[in-house]
């Protein structure tokens, strides 16, 4: 039986055999459970096969999402590392700055005193 009106057409006729209602009672209980262990084999197979599609595509997700956590931890280490590489280019350059300002007055004293010397010089 495939269809609905199969269905229907035998609980009919069991109904039109019957004389009593307790056998009516048996003869309808017996049909349900037909009907219900019908649909159950059919609907079993295909619920399973959802059931195990899910479970792969879950597996699946875990097994991505497990990359991804490693790929962020490695990320994370690269980014630590950067950090680190720019705070010491950072005070390299503050030192640099130092350096580049004492040179600085350094050049200013000198040229000023070669200054002083060709006034002197001139003057004398």
Known sequence: MDSIDDWVERSISEWKTTFNERIARARCRKLIEEIVTYIRDRVRPVLQGQIDTLNREIRNLKREVHGLNQQNGSLKTELEQLREQVSGYQNQQRTLEVENNVLAER??????????????????
């Open 107 to 124: 050049l200013q004293q000198t040229q000023q005193s070669n200054s002083n010397r060709r006034l002197r010089s001139h003057a004398s």
